[in-house]
């Protein structure tokens, strides 16, 4: 499939880059460039493939990392928290789901859904401990956002951590808001 070279210009601002300095990565002229996009000049094949390996290495380039879509303002529990406390924190700042840690190391998730599935444990006394899921993946500040969105397809949160520390966590919602 060749590339559509009407929408040149459009790539190349979403790329936040000067007709110059695209035309540089493309290795072609900045003339060439203004003119294409200016609808004057009908490139050759060599040409366009040239402009779309620019654009694809360009793209790969200034892909989205973690550090720029994720929460910083975490909200964290503990295993030893009563559920009660927890179930407010729910509410009061309109999340579903919460990390677990302990001693500064995630070891867990506490969801709305593990509430309800679990609700026959439920009673005044109850810790978070009891109705705990698995720790969802653990991800670098500086993941992809590509990979970011492919694991968002299988879990509910991702946690972001920074040399052992939790600093943030991505949900689908931390990726439709950086569109």
């Not at 790539?11 to 695209?22: E, G, N, P, S, V």
């Not at 951590?161 to 939790?166: A, E, P, R, V």
Request: hydrophobic share 40%.
């Amino acid at each position: 499939m060749v590339f559509d070279i009407t929408h040149l210009k459009k790539i190349r601002k979403q790329l936040d880059l000067t007709q110059y300095a695209f035309a540089k990565e493309a290795g072609i002229s900045q003339s060439m460039v203004a003119k294409i996009e200016s609808g004057k000049l009908d490139p050759t094949y060599s040409y366009i493939k040239k402009i779309e390996k620019a654009i694809e290495n360009l793209s790969k380039n200034h892909e989205k990392e973690a550090k720029e879509i994720m929460c910083k303002e975490v909200i964290i529990a503990n295993k030893k928290d009563n559920i009660k406390d927890v179930v407010k924190l729910f509410q009061k700042h309109s999340i579903s789901q919460i990390p677990v840690v302990e001693k500064n190391q995630v070891i867990g998730l506490l969801t709305e859904s593990s509430l309800l599935d679990n609700m026959e444990k439920y009673n005044e006394k109850s810790l978070v401990e009891d109705f705990i899921e698995e720790s969802p993946p653990i991800i670098t500040k500086n993941t992809k956002i590509m990979a970011v969105t492919s694991l968002l397809k299988f879990y509910p949160i991702l946690i972001v951590q920074d040399f052992g520390k939790l600093i943030g966590v991505i949900t689908k919602t931390d990726i439709i808001k950086s569109l």
